[in-house]
């Protein structure tokens, strides 16, 4: 145990000091030497079909809900994978690399002075690793003492509109979120107690106080504030909107419309907030956030897939998913009592969706029923009713090239097998 112990402080004392050196000099880590131009190593077992996922006996799907988690979040830009593969073929110190990496998505995201960002497990992670940041103050022993807050604060402010089951990640610090829903509430809630502020970005709109007013009533209590906009791109400005409006910390996922890797995520905020979160996340034992690893590959993978999603034409992508789901409503609106629409959520998957309806009349089937029949299709296909719409909703911009075409044939094959 001894060993341990001296291991650990030795690792917590190098972390600081390469957090503070790499920010005032850092080296060069996105150069490649060895092994770059390696050829794709031929695969025997597992594997060897090329498609590893029925040699399981699991079904793969066409996904029309987007990126959702459970469904395994993007699909990785061929780009990306080649990164992470040269990223495998090495060693690094990795705190070191996550300064680096923080620094460089700062300066592409053009972020104000005094932000950097951190590559996370996930936007979930994020928020667990941001809050013990400001909970501990970078201070080694109170980073092991987590989930036990003596001497700590130990309450964060939250609208009670904006309660989810993410707010788990803040709940597991030990943390009381205290819910308010009235500016005089929130006066009345801060005390000396109170570590943070909390915003849910996606439930904006249900809020009395607005994503703006947020962070400008923390400025006038004194308190840290959060964002929490996991899925909230695009549009591509959202990267930065949060803190430029005030937000300490902003909280992205990396496998969502990004396109980085599923188990990646991102945290933006003050240098010092950013320095003390990778200070209780994995690399560094004995912290609250030791399970919540993220690799060298998946760092290297947030870094170019942010590159590129800076990169992209966003409105000849939007314009292309659009044209797919307007390829599909043509054809459902053969089926005598269907009927499709457009809409694009005001934020959280703000892409074009579709929402397709039909008269109970004259097609004897329920949403319920329609999503489990294609589920159970092959191929088989994942829509569900969605935004608080009748119907089925859908979106088409996971849909990989020509499954558009077997969406809209599958959705006419049901239609017109249940007519009345």
């Known amino acids: 145990m001894r060993l341990n112990s001296k291991w650990n402080r030795r690792s917590f004392l190098g972390s600081v000091a390469i957090i503070a050196g790499s920010i005032l000099a850092p080296r060069k880590l996105f150069s490649w030497n ?6 794709p190593a031929p695969v025997s077992g597992f594997g060897r079909t090329g498609n590893p996922y029925e040699e399981l006996g699991v ?3 066409i996904n029309c809900e987007g990126t ?45 002075e005094g932000y950097t960002t951190l590559v996370t497990s996930g936007a979930a992670a994020a928020m667990q690793s941001g809050l013990a940041g400001i909970l501990t103050g970078g201070k080694e022993p109170l980073i092991q003492q987590l989930p036990d807050l003596a001497g700590m604060k130990s309450e964060v402010i939250i609208q009670k509109t904006h309660r989810n089951p993410f707010d788990h990640q803040l709940r597991s610090t030990g943390i009381k979120l205290i819910e308010i829903e009235t500016r005089d509430q929130l006066r ?9 502020m909390h915003f849910t970005n996606f439930a904006n709109a249900a809020g009395q106080i607005k994503v703006d007013e947020w962070p400008r009533l923390a ?13 909230d791109t695009p549009p591509v400005s959202h990267l930065w909107d949060y803190t430029n409006m005030g937000f300490d910390l902003v909280t992205f996922s ?34 609250l956030g030791r399970s919540q690893k993220v690799g060298k590959e998946e760092i290297l993978g947030m870094v170019k897939a942010l590159e590129l999603f800076l990169a992209e034409d966003h409105e000849a992508l939007a314009k292309e998913w659009q044209d797919r789901l307007e390829g599909i409503s043509r054809e459902l609106n053969r089926v005598p009592g269907v009927s499709t629409s457009f809409f694009v959520p005001d934020i959280a998957n703000h892409v074009p ?4 309806t039909w008269n109970a009349d004259r097609i004897s089937l329920t949403p319920e029923q329609a999503s489990k029949l294609l589920r159970s299709s092959k191929p088989s296909i994942v829509i569900g009713s969605g935004e608080g719409r009748p119907g089925l909703a ?21 239609m017109r097998e249940h007519a009345v």
């Open 188 to 196: 009345a809630a801060v005390n000396e107690r109170t570590a943070m």
């Open 68 to 112: 959702m988690t459970m469904l395994g979040g993007s699909l990785p830009h061929p780009e990306l994978e080649s990164v992470m593969t040269m990223a495998g073929r090495h060693f690094v110190s990795i705190p070191e690399l996550e300064v680096a990496a923080g620094k460089r998505i700062a300066e592409m995201l053009k972020l104000p």
């Open 219 to 231: 400025k006038q209590y004194n308190l840290p504030c959060m964002n929490d906009a996991a899925a």
């Open 34 to 39: 060895r092994g770059a131009a390696r050829e």
């Open 353 to 356: 969706h579709m929402s397709i």
């Open 59 to 61: 079904t793969t799907v």
């Open 254 to 287: 990396g496998g969502k419309a990004i396109r980085g890797p599923q188990c990646a995520g991102l945290l933006i905020g003050r240098k010092d907030m950013v320095a003390n979160a990778l200070l209780n996340n994995s690399p560094h034992e004995d912290t």
């Open 394 to 414: 859908m979106n088409s911009f996971m849909l990989q090239p020509g499954e558009d075409k077997i969406v809209a044939a599958q959705l006419s094959r049901l």
